[in-house]
């Protein structure tokens, strides 16, 4: 598969992966989805000579700003939201599956779908001017790509739902500091932060490396939570507040919301 959106690049055994579409704040589109879809199945999966992948937004402002706000209306049209969120599941059970481990290089707003792939990442490694949050809310819905699960698997269920019921963003030492991120460093250092940890993780065994993921993961396995999310995800794309909320993004305006 050729990527439109994504950027592979291998150096020294690392495979540093790109999400390439900085005038949209590399907002996870359709497209873009399918090709680290593609990545983390049939691209890399059965490949051991490599340390791990570094996962990264291209340009200095974001990682990622979500799931695509501009095609994600035409899912109220389409009313498969619970679908989509289905979709996101496995895309990001993949890579929290993945047998090598992938580090998240959040070099800048890692917000909704954005923050959700760097959680289903196993590290997290953030530049000064990153930040983080779930703002859902603010266009009528909900976290769909795990965002209900993993937070309160990373900060625990207080500070969870207090981001995830304001929208609220934090920055990167907050994140830091609630166990959300491993490092915070300026954008040269964090970079080499997260070449240093593939170092070392790629010295120890592969097999225990595999393993250790794998039994990591199996603690948290439960499907409920990401099956009510999904539901949950559906009900709310099927609302006139999610038209409006999505409408008043892309229209520069504050959302009217009304209950509907
Ligand atoms: N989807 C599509 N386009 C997006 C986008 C997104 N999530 N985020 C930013 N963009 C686009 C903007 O529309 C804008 O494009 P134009 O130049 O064509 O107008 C461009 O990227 C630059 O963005 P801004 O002009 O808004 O930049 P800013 O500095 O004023 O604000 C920001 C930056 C705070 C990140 C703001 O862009 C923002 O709030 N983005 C949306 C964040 C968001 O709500 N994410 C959640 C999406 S829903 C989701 O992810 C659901 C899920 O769980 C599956």
């Not at 990401?226 to 504050?254: C, H, L, Q």
Request: negative net charge; aromatic residues 8%.
């Amino acid at each position: 598969m050729t990527y439109e959106n994504l950027l592979v690049e291998v150096k020294d055994r690392i495979i540093f992966l790109t999400i390439n579409r900085p005038k949209a704040l590399n907002a996870l589109n359709v497209q873009t989805l399918t090709e680290i879809r593609h990545f983390f199945s049939a691209g890399y999966q059965d490949h051991d000579d490599f340390h791990g992948v570094i996962l990264t937004g291209a340009g200095d402002r974001a990682f990622v700003a979500g799931a695509d706000i501009k095609e994600f209306l035409a899912v109220a049209e389409d009313g498969n939201g619970e679908t989509m969120a289905q979709r996101g599941h496995e895309i990001f059970f993949l890579i929290e599956r993945f047998h090598r481990p992938v580090i998240a290089l959040v070099n800048g707003f890692a917000l909704g779908g954005g923050c959700e792939l760097a959680m289903a990442c196993h590290l997290r490694v953030a530049t000064e001017n990153a930040s983080f949050g779930q703002p859902e809310v603010n266009l009528g819905i909900i976290p769909g790509y795990g965002g209900t699960q993993r937070l309160n698997q990373y900060i625990g269920k207080g500070k969870a739902t207090e981001l995830i019921l304001t929208g609220d963003r934090i920055d990167a030492q907050e994140a830091h500091r609630l166990g959300l991120v491993n490092y915070v460093l300026p954008q040269e250092e964090a970079r080499e932060k997260a070449v240093e940890l593939l170092r070392v993780i790629g010295s120890k065994g592969p097999i225990a490396i595999q393993q250790s993921i794998r039994a990591i993961n199996a603690y948290y396995d439960g499907k409920e939570g990401y099956a009510a999310e999904a539901a949950a995800f559906g009900a709310v794309t099927k609302t006139e507040d999610f038209r409006e909320g999505a409408s008043a993004f892309v229209e520069k305006r504050i959302a009217n919301f009304r209950g509907k």
